[in-house]
């Protein structure tokens, strides 16, 4: 019979059977399914689990502090987090178009994730020999079911390596269904935050500024997000709605009042969405009250905001992102 308790034991025992005394990595991306994959492993092997966390510096506010404190306090695991919101920022300055902007992320992503593996190589020796991917049972069945390996290549970036490595993969998580992986992520005393995180996508917030990604309009959109965030939480939505992604149009300016000045500040849109699955949607009916507040707070608190406006366009033919 199906019971969280159940599951975990046997994917403990999986994992202890799969990996024996050697070692893994486990890259987190801050979602739910990276944490359980992880926390499942950590809880079976303990140190022998490295996890890899990259800060591509395009997260929502707390959303680092929650990776490095409370999934390190929850679970105990080792943690490398590499620091790259620099090398992110200069690699998408000047650049506004979307597809490009997530090409560049994710390129970008790949080659500070490969030269984190490489680093626990060289420190922890030929033992790494595992990866551990937070594989869903959707996933698996849209890929046609093969499990395998992951390659990288040294690229002779650091000594003493083989220049082709092969990691076997493994994948706690392919028979469950999100929420599942939900369940089992609270029966290993993962963080509600992180269980119960909505969807955000892996280019973060470098795909929800209309326009060039800058630090200074990251900071500000990050504070927006939270404000928002806080609310729909405070409001008791968060079941409600899929997700709701905040989205600075930083290419355009409006005319605004405020004190006794005129302002020409940007429009933050919110994008409250019911879905299903993602491939298709519809805008949530917030209650009034909430999105007043929202908007209140908003231009109140952030700087250089003047306008807040509710995306109304259901999917298709809107998408849920605006990038
Ligand atoms: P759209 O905007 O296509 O989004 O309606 C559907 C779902 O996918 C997420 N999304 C992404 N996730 N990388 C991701 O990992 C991406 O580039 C990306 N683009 C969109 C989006 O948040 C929504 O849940």
């Not at 399914?33 to 140190?47: C, F, M, P, R």
């Not at 959303?63 to 679970?75: G, L, N, R, S, W």
């Not at 729909?232 to 405020?258: N, Y």
């Not at 940007?266 to 909430?290: C, F, G, K, N």
Request: negative net charge.
């Amino acid at each position: 019979n199906w019971t969280t308790t159940n599951v975990v034991e046997e994917q403990v025992a999986l994992i202890r059977e799969q990996v024996g005394d050697k070692r893994a990595i486990c890259g987190l991306s801050g979602g739910v399914d990276s944490a359980v994959a992880a926390a499942l492993v950590q809880k079976a092997i303990g140190s022998q689990l490295t996890c890899v966390y990259v800060d591509h510096g395009l997260m929502r506010k707390g959303e680092t502090e929650q990776v490095e404190k409370d999934f390190v306090a929850a679970t105990g695991a080792k943690l490398k987090v590499v620091d790259a919101e620099k090398r992110f920022l200069d690699a998408l300055a000047g650049v506004s178009d979307p597809e490009e902007k997530r090409k560049i992320i994710g390129r970008e992503f790949i080659r500070v994730f490969e030269q984190a593996q490489l680093e626990i190589l060289q420190e922890e020796g030929p033992e790494v020999a595992f990866l551990v991917q937070g594989t869903l049972y959707p996933d698996v069945v849209e890929s046609g079911g093969g499990t395998g390996t992951a390659n990288i290549k040294s690229h002779h970036n650091v000594g003493g390596l083989p220049d082709d490595i092969e990691f076997q993969l493994v994948e706690p998580l392919r028979q469950l269904f999100k929420d599942e992986v939900r369940m089992v992520g609270q029966e290993l005393g993962l963080p509600e935050e992180i269980v119960q995180r909505q969807p955000f996508p892996g280019p973060g917030l470098g795909i929800r500024i209309v326009g060039e990604v800058t630090k200074d309009r990251l900071d500000l959109l990050r504070d927006a997000d939270a404000i928002a965030r806080e609310e729909l939480t405070a409001a008791g939505l968060d079941r409600d709605i899929w997700q709701c992604p905040v989205v600075l149009l930083a290419d355009v300016r409006s005319v605004g009042v405020q004190g006794d000045g005129r302002t020409y500040g940007h429009p933050i849109v919110l994008r409250p969405v019911s879905s299903e699955d993602a491939m298709t949607a519809d805008w949530s009916r917030l209650p009034y009250e909430t999105l007043a507040k929202i908007s209140t707070r908003i231009t109140n608190e952030v700087a250089d905001v003047n306008r807040v406006v509710l995306d109304v366009t259901s999917k298709p033919p809107g998408t849920i992102e605006w990038e």
